[in-house]
Structures are given as structure tokens and as C-alpha cells.
T-cell receptor, first 114, second 110 residues
Framework: DSGVTQTPKHLITATGQRVTLRCSPR?????VYWYQQSLDQGLQFLIQ???????AKGNILERFSAQQFPDLHSELNLSSLELGDSALYFC?????????????FGPGTRLTVL | GIQVEQSPPDLILQEGANSTLRCNFS?????LQWFHQNPWGQLINLFY???GTKQNGRLSATTVATERYSLLYISSSQTTDSGVYFC????????????FGTGTQLKVEL
């Protein structure tokens, strides 16, 4: 158990809908990262927050957004869902915002768009 | 961006055998991690190893930063070692984000 929690574990929804994925980082960790794992794209970085502020952006679609709240939990919002958004979404956390920090991954949320 | 390549893509072992997985990366790195993704999809941290050698039980890893590669050694493999092994790197000149390789799918048979 990494100490990172994600809810829900599974999510099934329809095209065009909007969903919210939630992540709670390990106790004491200030940085949260979101990654997407799909069959065609592999594992790729989406976005990072540190202590409530956006720090880095990767291949995140405009239909996707994220935020980190004062209690340090984070939410990833996916809207106007398409079939291709079906994937495993991971949240990771690290202590600070240093490139030398180890990132610890949560169990993931498996999203299926029908 | 940084390129991370892993080999072999697939590996089948008999229980008790040893193996070496390789990760090549195209730029110098601040962060290099190895993960095991189990059959249930969970990503488990194995090593944080931007340089040098580390050991944890039957697993060990070595990163030669100057030559831009890392090796993961699995000794006396067990069926529970099955899954996908990923290497991920954060380049020195990049942001604080990991770029993953495509993984090595390992199956350990009795």
C-alpha cells in the first residue's frame, strides 16, 4: 500500500458525460501528479500540482482539468467524454516539488466510456 | 522530449530463473524509477535509482548515468513476479514529470 488513495476504483459512463476522479496523497506529501494509462498511448503524464498550484502540464486535453484543494487532495475532471478516454488514471504524490523526489502511485481509477 | 526504451518487450521464465531487464534513456536524468505493475493494475515502486546500485531482496538495480541505461535484476523468480515492469525517467532539463517506457511483460511459470 503506497498510502495514496483514489476513488472510485471503477467508473463506467457514456460518451458526452463528465466525471470527477479523486485522489488523496500520502500524509505529508505536497505534490500530486496525474497520469493516464491507455492501450495505445501507454503511461503518460497529464498534470502536476504542488501545494495547490499547477506546476507542470503534459499531454492533457483541454476537456480535462484538475485542481488541488487546501487539504491537498486533488480532483481530475474529465468532460465531453469520448470512447478514447477509456483508460486507467493514476494519481501519484511526492513530498515536495523536487526532481529528485520519489513518486508514489495510487491504485488507479479504471474509466470505461461506452 | 526524453525517450525511454525498454527491452525485452516480453519475457517468459521458469520459476527459480534469473533475468535482467534493460532501460535505455536518451538524456541525462534527475529521477529514474522502476515499477512493477501487477495483474490487478497497481503500480508498485521498486527503486528510485538515478545512479548507482541498490538491492531489495531478490531484486536489484543498477543505473549507469554516464551511459544512459539502467538494469533491473530479478533473481530466483517467483510466479508473483509476473506482471509488467516499467522504467520511468525525468530528464535533467525537463519538468518534474516521469516519462515511462513501454514496459517489459514478464510471465513466470511453474
Amino acid at each position: 500500500d503506497s498510502g495514496v488513495t483514489q476513488t472510485p476504483k471503477h467508473l463506467i459512463t457514456a460518451t458526452g458525460q463528465r466525471v470527477t476522479l479523486r485522489c488523496s496523497p500520502r500524509s505529508g506529501d505536497l505534490s500530486v501528479y496525474w497520469y493516464q494509462q491507455s492501450l495505445d498511448q501507454g503511461l503518460q503524464f497529464l498534470i502536476q500540482y504542488y501545494n495547490g498550484e499547477e506546476r507542470a502540464k503534459g499531454n492533457i486535453l483541454e476537456r480535462f482539468s484538475a485542481q488541488q484543494f487546501p487539504d491537498l487532495h486533488s480532483e481530475l475532471n474529465l468532460s465531453s467524454l469520448e470512447l478514447g478516454d477509456s483508460a486507467l488514471y493514476f494519481c501519484a504524490s511526492s513530498v515536495q516539488d523536487l526532481r529528485t523526489d520519489t513518486q508514489y502511485f495510487g491504485p488507479g481509477t479504471r474509466l470505461t466510456v461506452l | 522530449g526524453i525517450q525511454v526504451e525498454q527491452s525485452p518487450p516480453d519475457l517468459i521464465l521458469q520459476e527459480g530463473a534469473n533475468s535482467t531487464l534493460r532501460c535505455n534513456f536518451s538524456d541525462s536524468v534527475n529521477n529514474l524509477q522502476w515499477f512493477h505493475q501487477n495483474p490487478w493494475g497497481q503500480l508498485i515502486n521498486l527503486f528510485y535509482i538515478p545512479s548507482g546500485t541498490k538491492q531489495n531482496g531478490r531484486l536489484s538495480a543498477t543505473t549507469v548515468a554516464t551511459e544512459r541505461y539502467s538494469l533491473l535484476y530479478i533473481s530466483s523468480s517467483q510466479t508473483t513476479d509476473s506482471g509488467v515492469y516499467f522504467c520511468a525517467a525525468d530528464p535533467t532539463g525537463g519538468g518534474n514529470k516521469l516519462t515511462f517506457g513501454t514496459g517489459t511483460q514478464l510471465k513466470v511459470e511453474l
